[in-house]
């Protein structure tokens, strides 16, 4: 194995650790939690909405009943009292005429107190609508604001990462296949780092110390490996 392939691939593996940041900065970018808070919020926001829109909608169609109602009252005592001022009936139908104005009056002015009442009624559930989608809004725009500074911050980051990647190509070209399969494979296992520098005694990939012996006997090989924690060392 040679020197050159091996310096080598301590460079392919500061440049995989570099990926490794990159991608785990691109996955937990604080924006992306308060995306999510957000989300999570305006959905809650939005139940609310719809379930206070549908108690407004049936308060303005029972207020537009009790209105027309209110109306066919109306007009059925002003018949009856046209009737009345014109005159011209029996003394007992005018009798009987005005009872019924007089049971009419009652039921208008019931009708028309129901009608207040509602009106009443349906202004605060107005209200509670209004500033639901006021809120909603207000979400939606923030979700507007971090979905853009996500992509900015997300296409730095993809920008930065094809460097490192073609980087990585260049410098793996000049490294053995065999070589490149025990790295990735000893990286998958050793928390991404596979290459460990040699010094002073000690492997810088698990910092334990080698006897004179143990030395000896690791770089005899033409692929020096950590006694210890089995890491390819680079001296
Ligand atoms: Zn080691």
Redesign the pocket.
Same mark, same amino acid.
């Given at each position: 194995m040679e020197l050159l392939s091996l310096a080598g691939l301590l460079d392919v593996q500061t440049l995989d650790l570099q990926i490794d940041r990159l991608l785990e900065k691109r996955e937990s970018l604080p924006e992306l939690e308060v995306y999510k808070k957000v989300h999570t919020e305006l959905q809650d926001v939005e139940a609310k909405r719809d379930a206070s829109a549908t108690i407004l909608k049936q308060l303005e169609l029972q207020l537009d009943k009790s209105e027309g109602e209110f109306e066919i009252l109306e007009t059925k005592l002003n018949e009856h009292e046209t009737r009345l001022f014109a005159g011209g009936m029996s003394a007992r139908e005018t009798e009987f005429m005005r009872l019924e104005v007089q049971g009419l009056r009652g039921q208008r002015d019931a009708m028309e107190e129901r009608v207040l009442q509602m009106l009443e009624d349906i202004d605060p559930a107005r209200d509670e609508v209004k500033s639901l989608e006021t809120e909603i809004e207000a979400a939606n725009s923030e979700k507007t604001e971090l979905e853009a500074s996500i992509k900015r911050e997300w296409k730095q980051i993809d920008g930065e990462l094809a460097r490192k990647e073609d980087r990585k190509k260049e410098a793996v070209h000049l490294i053995a296949d065999d070589l490149m399969e025990l790295y990735e494979k000893l990286r998958r296992i050793k928390e991404g780092v596979a290459v460990?520098t040699y010094d002073h005694n000690v +492997?810088?990939? +698990?910092?334990?110390a080698f006897s004179p012996a143990e030395e000896v006997e690791a770089f005899s090989s033409d692929l020096p490996r +950590?006694?210890? +924690?089995?890491?390819i060392?680079v001296a």
């Open positions: 460990a +492997c810088g990939g +698990c910092h334990m +950590c006694v210890h +924690c089995r890491r060392l």
